[in-house]
Protein backbone atom coordinates (compact mmCIF):
# COMPACT_ATOMS: atom_id res chain seq x y z
CA UNK A 1 0.00 0.00 0.00
CA UNK A 2 2.60 2.58 0.94
CA UNK A 3 4.87 1.31 -1.94
CA UNK A 4 1.78 2.01 -4.42
CA UNK A 5 1.21 5.36 -2.79
CA UNK A 6 4.46 6.74 -3.17
CA UNK A 7 4.91 5.63 -6.83
CA UNK A 8 1.73 7.72 -7.40
CA UNK A 9 2.73 10.98 -5.95
CA UNK A 10 6.45 10.45 -7.41
CA UNK A 11 6.01 10.11 -10.67
CA UNK A 12 4.32 13.73 -11.43
CA UNK A 13 8.00 15.48 -10.65
CA UNK A 14 9.99 12.34 -11.85
CA UNK A 15 8.12 13.12 -15.34
CA UNK A 16 8.41 16.94 -14.77
CA UNK A 17 12.24 16.94 -14.09
CA UNK A 18 14.02 13.60 -14.96
CA UNK A 19 17.13 14.37 -12.83
CA UNK A 20 15.27 14.02 -9.48
CA UNK A 21 15.20 10.28 -10.21
CA UNK A 22 18.49 9.87 -8.66
CA UNK A 23 16.55 11.30 -5.43
CA UNK A 24 14.45 8.32 -5.50
CA UNK A 25 17.60 6.18 -6.00
CA UNK A 26 19.34 7.65 -3.30
CA UNK A 27 16.83 6.27 -1.45
CA UNK A 28 17.07 2.66 -2.00
CA UNK A 29 20.33 2.78 -1.75
CA UNK A 30 20.17 4.08 1.92
CA UNK A 31 17.84 1.21 2.47
CA UNK A 32 20.64 -0.91 1.51
CA UNK A 33 23.73 0.78 3.32
CA UNK A 34 21.28 0.97 6.67
CA UNK A 35 20.68 -2.87 6.13
CA UNK A 36 24.97 -3.85 5.20
CA UNK A 37 25.97 -1.44 7.89
CA UNK A 38 23.35 -3.09 10.56
CA UNK A 39 24.93 -6.36 9.25
CA UNK A 40 28.59 -4.96 10.22
CA UNK A 41 27.48 -4.27 13.53
CA UNK A 42 26.44 -7.37 14.48
CA UNK A 43 22.58 -7.45 14.61
CA UNK A 44 21.21 -10.53 13.46
CA UNK A 45 19.38 -10.39 9.83
CA UNK A 46 15.77 -9.77 11.03
CA UNK A 47 17.27 -6.66 13.56
CA UNK A 48 19.05 -5.76 10.20
CA UNK A 49 15.99 -6.08 7.75
CA UNK A 50 14.16 -3.90 10.54
CA UNK A 51 16.93 -1.12 10.68
CA UNK A 52 16.97 -1.21 6.78
CA UNK A 53 13.62 -0.17 6.24
CA UNK A 54 13.88 2.98 7.91
CA UNK A 55 16.83 3.94 5.34
CA UNK A 56 13.26 4.38 2.77
CA UNK A 57 11.78 7.28 5.13
CA UNK A 58 8.91 5.54 6.10
CA UNK A 59 7.56 5.34 9.35
CA UNK A 60 4.78 3.49 9.65
CA UNK A 61 6.47 0.45 7.36
CA UNK A 62 9.25 0.21 10.00
CA UNK A 63 7.02 -0.07 12.66
CA UNK A 64 5.07 -2.51 11.13
CA UNK A 65 7.97 -4.77 10.23
CA UNK A 66 9.99 -4.59 13.41
CA UNK A 67 6.86 -5.56 15.45
CA UNK A 68 6.86 -8.77 13.22
CA UNK A 69 11.05 -9.20 12.81
CA UNK A 70 12.24 -7.58 15.46
CA UNK A 71 9.59 -6.58 17.86
CA UNK A 72 12.71 -6.28 20.59
CA UNK A 73 14.03 -3.32 19.03
CA UNK A 74 10.68 -1.76 18.65
CA UNK A 75 11.08 1.25 19.98
CA UNK A 76 14.88 2.31 19.25
CA UNK A 77 13.31 1.89 14.95
CA UNK A 78 10.74 4.24 16.12
CA UNK A 79 12.43 6.75 17.67
CA UNK A 80 15.16 6.66 14.69
CA UNK A 81 12.54 6.59 11.98
CA UNK A 82 10.75 9.85 13.24
CA UNK A 83 13.52 11.32 14.04
CA UNK A 84 14.46 11.05 10.70
CA UNK A 85 11.16 11.78 9.09
CA UNK A 86 11.31 15.04 11.35
CA UNK A 87 14.40 16.33 9.83
CA UNK A 88 12.44 16.14 6.69
CA UNK A 89 11.04 20.22 6.72
CA UNK A 90 14.94 21.13 7.41
CA UNK A 91 16.81 18.85 4.60
CA UNK A 92 13.95 19.47 1.46
CA UNK A 93 14.19 23.81 1.71
CA UNK A 94 18.16 23.86 0.67
CA UNK A 95 17.68 21.03 -2.01
CA UNK A 96 14.38 22.89 -3.44
CA UNK A 97 16.06 25.94 -3.16
CA UNK A 98 19.33 24.16 -4.97
CA UNK A 99 17.31 22.84 -7.97
CA UNK A 100 14.77 25.44 -8.82
CA UNK A 101 17.84 28.01 -8.83
CA UNK A 102 19.28 25.86 -11.35
CA UNK A 103 16.20 25.76 -13.07
CA UNK A 104 15.99 29.64 -13.05
CA UNK A 105 19.45 29.86 -14.60
CA UNK A 106 18.86 27.45 -17.53
CA UNK A 107 20.98 24.45 -16.16
Known sequence: MFLCLGAMTDFSPVIASPKTIFLGAAAQFGVYLAFFMALIFGFSLPEAASIG??????????????????????GATAVACYSYMALVPVILPPVIKLLTTKKEKGV
Request: net charge negative; proline share 9%.
Open 53 to 74: IIGGAEGPTTIYVTSILAPQII
